[in-house]
């Protein structure tokens, strides 16, 4: 079982790279492999080329698709899970990850339209991991929790995951009252993966 760990924050001082190596660590502890693409570390570029714009908008595949896009696709061929980790940022992932989604998701690749059938592997596993200001109890009194599960799980995540889940470590703000919970729902998240290996 192969893991990719997708994940987008700029600092090292943040509480989301905490997590990271955390998860790293657990993984480890595990025996489980993993590889991981470190989006502000890789300088990843989220931004779509008039090009890559006219192959997705007007379905011509002969154009090109980019090498950094490529080497994406080959991760995901190689992984059997995919952990997307990232801060929540005005109730979304950060513009970097939104951008991978745009840029690695190529037609004919994650999705098809016309004839055209996507040659994607379908994973076992998908889980977004996310870190979040606000309580969990305000992010699903205020229905935010839910517009976010609905739309990693349901459309980007969509049929490409067999397994789908989504953990947000919401209260960040009082990091001392829930950094404990977390890191227990962090271990019992991994446990999933090493279910499926
Ligand atoms: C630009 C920006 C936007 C944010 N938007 C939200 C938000 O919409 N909802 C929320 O709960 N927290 C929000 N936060 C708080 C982050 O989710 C929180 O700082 C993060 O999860 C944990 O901090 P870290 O940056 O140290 O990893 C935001 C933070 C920043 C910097």
């Not at 006219?54 to 952990?83: M, S, W, Y």
């Not at 209260?171 to 950094?179: A, D, F, S």
Request: charged letters at 25%; one cysteine or more.
């Amino acid at each position: 079982m192969n893991t990719l760990i997708v994940y987008c924050h700029p600092s090292k001082k943040s509480y989301t790279f905490q997590v990271f190596e955390r998860l790293k660590a657990v993984l480890q502890k595990q025996n489980l492999n993993f590889e991981v693409s470190d989006l502000y570390e890789m300088n990843f570029q989220s931004d779509m080329s008039e090009t890559e714009y006219e192959r997705e908008g007007f379905i011509k595949t002969e154009l090109p698709i980019p090498q950094d896009v490529l080497a994406e696709h080959a991760k995901i061929e190689r992984a059997d899970c995919i952990i997307f980790l990232y801060p929540v940022w005005w109730s979304d992932c950060p513009a970097k990850l939104k951008g991978w989604f745009d840029r690695v998701y190529s037609v004919g690749y994650a999705y098809g339209q016309n004839d055209l059938f996507p040659k994607m592997k379908t994973l076992k596993l998908g889980l977004i991991i996310c870190t979040a200001g606000h309580p969990n109890a305000f992010l699903n009194e205020t229905g935010i929790a839910q517009s976010m599960q609905n739309i990693m799980l349901n459309d980007r995540l969509g049929k490409r995951f067999e397994q789908k889940e989504m953990l947000i470590l919401g209260g960040t703000l009082e990091l001392e009252k829930v950094i404990g919970h977390h890191m227990q729902q962090i271990e019992e998240i991994i446990t999933k993966i090493k279910e499926l290996s």
